[in-house]
């Protein structure tokens, strides 16, 4: 598609609960970001891929989170066990091979009650 | 450990004003400072770079001045109207931005009256 496409755009859940978040990154795009904005912040560093290969999850708070990229396009983010500290957006991003332009998709709302 | 500091936290100007935001990194190694521009339920959109070996750069109304030695660099919007009302956030990675991940800022929420 023309830009990053994420879903589900809202999602709410009941703490403990497992959610799952998708990024369709730009085709042809070889590095895929997750981001994590919580209300009234800046994104923060999730995890990031090159094609299939998970370069980087330095930024994942916790073992409940765990992301995947297994064809090196679409990713998946996924939440075990929600707790409420994890309510937030979460931003996807993607980057041309040698390109530093980072284009993002509108994030998926996670509350978790 | 906040390795981009941004301020204002928040910029109320008039329109026609030149409002600026400031933001200081500490990374000597960073090299590639962009700055994100965001609406209410959007995701952040690259508005300008800057690499450092430049100390300013104009699109449009938009300019990032830069100075290394501060290791600061600045977003000035001029003759702002209310359709610049957004969040901005200016962020700082190295390798020239085309490897690893962006640093951001925690953001100045600006407001333009009409």
């Known amino acids: 598609g023309a830009g990053v496409s994420q879903s589900p755009r809202y999602k709410v859940a009941k703490r403990g609960q497992d959610v799952a978040l998708r990024c369709d990154p730009i085709?042809?795009?070889?590095?895929l970001f997750w981001y994590q904005q919580a209300l009234g912040q800046g994104p923060e560093f999730l995890t990031y891929?090159?094609?299939?290969?998970?370069?980087?999850k330095s930024g994942l708070p916790s073992d409940r989170f765990f992301a995947e990229r297994p064809e090196g396009s679409v990713s998946t983010l996924k939440i075990q066990r929600t707790q409420q500290e994890d309510s937030a957006v979460y931003l996807c991003?993607?980057?041309?091979?040698?390109?530093?332009?980072?284009?993002f998709g509108a994030g998926s709302r996670l509350t978790v009650l | 450990q906040q390795q981009v500091k941004q301020s204002p936290q928040s910029l109320i100007v008039q329109k026609g004003g030149i409002p600026i935001i400031n933001c200081a990194y500490e990374n000597t190694a960073f090299d590639y400072f962009p700055w994100y521009q965001q609406f209410p339920g959007k995701g952040p959109a690259l508005l300008i770079a800057i690499r450092p070996d430049v100390s300013e750069k104009k699109e449009g109304r938009f300019t990032i001045s830069f100075n290394k030695s501060a290791k600061q660099f600045s977003l000035h919007i001029m003759d702002s109207q209310p359709g610049d009302s957004a969040t901005y956030f200016c962020a700082a990675s190295g390798y020239g931005g085309s490897q690893g991940n962006l640093i951001f800022g925690k953001g100045t929420k600006l407001s333009v009256k009409p």
């Open positions: 085709s042809g795009h070889v590095s």
């Open positions: 991003a993607s980057r041309n091979s040698g390109a530093n332009v980072l284009t």
């Open positions: 891929f090159q094609n299939e290969a998970q370069l980087d």
